[in-house]
Nanobody
Framework: QVQLVESGGGLVQPGGSLNLSCVPSRSIFSTYDMGWYRQAPGKQRELVAGITLVLSTNYADSVKGRFIISRDNAKNTVYLQMNSLKPEDTAVYYC???????????WGQGTQVTVSS
């Protein structure tokens, strides 16, 4: 059983930055790939960024060059640094953990990001 808690969302103006954090209830980085997803009203949930056990990363085309996903094993925390935010980035952002071997998957409750002037 894994619980994921996201934080760092909020209201920001276009062009601004936010740093999201995801803290699992226990240490999981030895077995889990991590990712950030988002879902805007009326849209499907989409993968924003992912990072694997071996630190391979991938990003949605819409955020390449603006967002950075990272993991800090010492703090058992995954981050999503979001720069140059646009109104279309407005969504609820969810942390995801997926076991590399069993494919067990866990989701956080989400944190709201609103980009508006």
């Amino acid at each position: 059983q894994v619980q994921l808690v996201e934080s760092g969302g909020g209201l920001v103006q276009p062009g601004g930055s936010l740093n999201l954090s995801c803290v699992p209830s226990r240490s999981i980085f030895s077995t889990y790939d991590m990712g950030w997803y988002r879902q805007a009203p009326g849209k499907q949930r989409e993968l924003v960024a992912g990072i694997t056990l071996v630190l391979s990363t991938n990003y949605a085309d819409s955020v390449k060059g603006r967002f950075i996903i990272s993991r800090d094993n010492a703090k058992n925390t995954v981050y999503l640094q979001m720069n140059s935010l646009k109104p279309e980035d407005t969504a609820v952002y969810y942390c995801n953990a997926r076991n590399r071997w069993t494919r067990a998957e866990y989701w956080g409750q989400g944190t709201q990001v609103t980009v508006s002037s």
